[in-house]
């Protein structure tokens, strides 16, 4: 398998990753909430990726891949990809860098994460067909342009950049019990569950999928790679269709469990986290979060949430506060 | 003037209150945004009360009130009239401390504030009338049933809770040019001057309120207490009909400059927040950003803005955000 080689080094990439962000990633907040203590009589941090530049985790992850490519390939430009956050993260990382971007995305999608990927200076290319024509189209852009791919997750040094929230949220608090993380095509999950590993290993990770996006979920307890053909849930950053060739087998290896939530307990965490802790999330950001709440997993102490993301449009959220 | 006296001493109030609140309060976070920076060619620091417990700065000036009281009048119990963050935050003060409280309210209030106050355990006594009534009412229950009054803002352990937060602020980032902060009966403004002028002499300390509650601005443009009879703004936070004897004299040794801004550039700024910084912010906590954003004034270098609170119910949010 691809992903066996050099899986031994990806901490050190994580720690690379994290010099490399030094001053241009954000440092995020951890916030909590007494009522959320109170409430699971346990200490709960909430490492908010919302606040994280153009509002998701995404960005660690773009900007350390644009990082370490050679003069000559930034100078012809990158493609990607992206339902949305990744996309985002790619253009503006591209704007520091001063590297041209260009972004495949479905012709459906929020109007937020649209409005910003072109704000951040990306060319945008939309196409109608199921997702899974996308990545072949960028690849085709690519062959015919000249660009690099840099695909949202299955990428050494992108999962190496998504894996620096959960290093920064381990020293600031030492040790964990567990961490709860969301899982989609699993960059953020299998980077976090790299960096924990390491550095804590008693420290349970759990991954967190939709259940009408489950193919992770499934991956993880068959051992085999599964695949969802039409993912249909509100957490529009979780519908991959599968695990990469690199996320699958560090998933394997390092996280400890993984749940799904249901489409309610989605929406319930959203609100709470507007409500009680005053927080924009979007849905993929707060599936770590309905977990907890949902009661889907035993767990006690001292426990991370990774909230990945905050691009969230208003119909969204009215639907949502209901 | 009742308030000359002492007010060189405020600021050591303001430090015993720090150490009072160590522990209790939270020392919440402050959120920058790149995109606020580029478009004012600044560095704005966001410190957000609205993570504080309860929601909004008031539970610091609450606690640090009730702390104070010896231990026969908390046998006794208190009393405060509130249209919303000041009754929750001395409801949970009151708990945490074992204090038995009342909180007058008029019976049009939002739902989320009247719901958390009462979730606090505080007994809830709600009244018609305008708003010139209820002080009187609380004075009057408090006579009968033995209680003592907390008031809003005009109370000195009040006034020195409020201030922590800018002590904080200060703390963590040094030197400020500019501290915008909102006002309504001045409690957190008062304070936050007198933390902020010993501290850092050279910086400004703007207060901002709403040009359909502009008592306090043209109190302090004209050098006499103005009221006004019915302000009319979404910033329910900041409609007291007038700064009280306390708050008043400390506005006008310590504030540099009072601004307004419009119902308009309110909801401007409580939007921005929402999209741009991912935090949920009421209306009256916006209002320092909003004559940022609204060029109210004429600011350069490092910005602080003091986001007061995050106590907005789902309706209101969805009309602002539109």
Redesign the interface.
């Known amino acids: 398998m691809m992903a066996a080689h050099g899986i031994e080094h990806m901490f050190e990439e994580v720690h690379r990753a994290r010099d490399t962000l030094r001053g241009k990633a954000?440092v995020t907040?951890v916030?909590?909430s007494?009522n959320l203590d109170e409430q699971l009589n346990a200490s709960v941090f909430l490492k908010?990726e919302?606040?994280q530049?153009t509002?998701s985790f995404k960005f660690r992850g773009a900007f350390n891949a644009l990082s370490r490519l050679s003069p000559d390939i930034r100078k012809r430009g990158v493609i990607t990809y992206s339902s949305g956050n990744h996309g985002q993260a790619l253009a503006l990382a591209g704007r520091l860098l001063g590297i041209a971007t260009t972004v495949v995305m479905p012709e459906v999608v929020s109007v937020?994460k649209r409005a910003a990927t072109q704000a951040y200076g990306a060319e945008i290319v939309t196409f109608k067909a199921e997702e899974d024509e996308r990545e072949s189209l960028a690849q085709r852009i690519a062959d015919e342009r000249g660009l690099t791919l840099i695909p949202p997750f299955d990428h050494r040094q992108v999962i190496a950049g998504q894996g620096t929230a959960a290093l920064e949220l381990m020293e600031e608090l030492g040790l964990l019990d567990v961490l709860l993380i969301p899982c989609g095509g699993g960059g953020l999950l299998s980077g976090s569950a790299v960096a924990v590993k390491h550095m804590c290993p008693p420290c349970r990770i759990i991954g967190v999928e939709p259940e009408q996006a489950d193919d992770a979920y499934r991956s993880f307890h068959s051992g085999r790679l599964q695949r969802i053909e039409q993912a249909q849930t509100i957490a529009d950053g979780l519908r991959p269709q599968s695990l990469g060739e690199l996320t699958f087998p560090l998933i394997m290896k390092y996280v400890d469990d993984m749940v799904t939530v249901s489409e309610a307990e989605i929406v319930a965490a959203v609100r709470y986290l507007?409500?009680r802790?005053?927080?924009?999330?979007e849905p993929s950001g707060a599936v770590a979060l309905a977990a907890l709440l949902g009661r889907r997993i035993e767990v006690n102490g001292r426990i991370g949430i990774l909230v990945s993301g905050?691009n969230v449009d208003?119909e969204t959220?009215?639907r949502i506060?209901?």
Do not use: E
């Open positions: 954000r907040p916030i909590q007494s908010c919302s606040f530049r509002g937020v507007f409500y802790t005053k927080l924009v999330v905050g208003g959220m009215h506060l209901g």
